[in-house]
């Protein structure tokens, strides 16, 4: 049955290091999790060391959030800590056919999990920020306990702003993460706060979104410092509020950070 494969062999060595900091070993397993049963140690350390490497290029490699984290430090000392990483159960080593490639133990898994859901819930805010529904396609066939964790987290969060993304999403998922997604629609409609906007007005409002967005954040931040208040006549912040449009430009409508009271400012 088993035919002789010239396996490919590999040699491990951590070169005297005695341990990674809880950062480094993120870092290196949110690395490996692009190449998982495809790629090898020296293609990782490549990706942690920002190589322009033809093959890594091709692969989107540097695509990865941790491409270039390991600047500077050598290709040994780089392999050295990837090595540790398999040394201490975090990664390990199986053959593709003829070669070692990295997989993820259940601890290491476990970690780039996390690490993982918490990158997406990240996305998943920046785009109900900007009103892009296409990142929910990114969603799709992804492991279906790392899309759980993700789906807690958003629960979590009790933002309400992730309603609409999770509509848009829900639409093109299976089943059983339909139904999980219905049911953190729901904890966040039920979620502590006065936002409740639904789909409709969000559309409504897109075009003024998207000028609100056009400001740089620095100066958002100060408009938003910088509305008056009727009810505590003072200059105030405003929470809580939709972008809407207000010709000749777009008003923000929102609680007063002080006292509760609606409050608006219009911009030009
Ligand atoms: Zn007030």
Do not use: H
């Not at 993820?104 to 990240?122: K, P, S, V």
């Amino acid at each position: 049955m088993s035919k002789k494969v010239n396996r490919v062999g590999y040699e491990l060595n951590a070169n005297g290091i005695k341990s990674l900091s809880d950062d480094e070993i993120k870092l290196i397993l949110r690395g490996a999790d692009d190449l998982i049963m495809s790629g090898g140690r020296s293609l990782l350390a490549k990706i942690l060391a920002g190589s322009k490497d033809k093959k890594l290029l091709e692969l989107e490699l540097d695509g990865s959030p941790v491409y270039g984290s390991f600047k500077g430090v050598s290709q040994k000392d780089i392999l050295a800590k990837i090595d540790w990483m398999i040394l201490n159960g975090y990664l390990e080593i199986e053959y593709n056919y003829r070669l070692p490639v990295l997989v993820f133990t259940d601890i290491g898994w476990e970690i780039e999990r996390e690490t993982y859901a918490n990158e997406l819930l990240e996305k998943l805010m920046v785009s109900a920020e900007n009103q892009t529904f296409e990142f929910v396609e990114d969603l799709k066939d992804r492991n279906r306990g790392m899309i759980l964790l993700l789906l807690d987290k958003i629960a979590e969060s009790g933002n309400k702003e992730l309603i609409i993304i999770l509509k848009a999403w829900q639409e093109i998922e299976y089943k059983k993460v339909r139904t999980r997604i219905q049911e953190v629609i729901d904890i966040l409609e039920n979620a502590d706060g006065d936002i409740k906007r639904t789909a409709t007005q969000e559309l409504i409002s897109f075009s003024a979104n998207k000028k609100w967005l056009s400001i740089p954040e620095e100066i958002r931040k100060k408009l938003e410092r910088n509305v008056f208040c009727s009810n505590c006549c003072d200059v105030v912040q405003i929470v809580n509020y939709s972008v809407k449009d207000s010709p000749p430009g777009f008003a923000l409508e929102g609680k007063c950070k002080k006292c509760g009271g609606d409050v608006a400012r219009f911009i030009e």
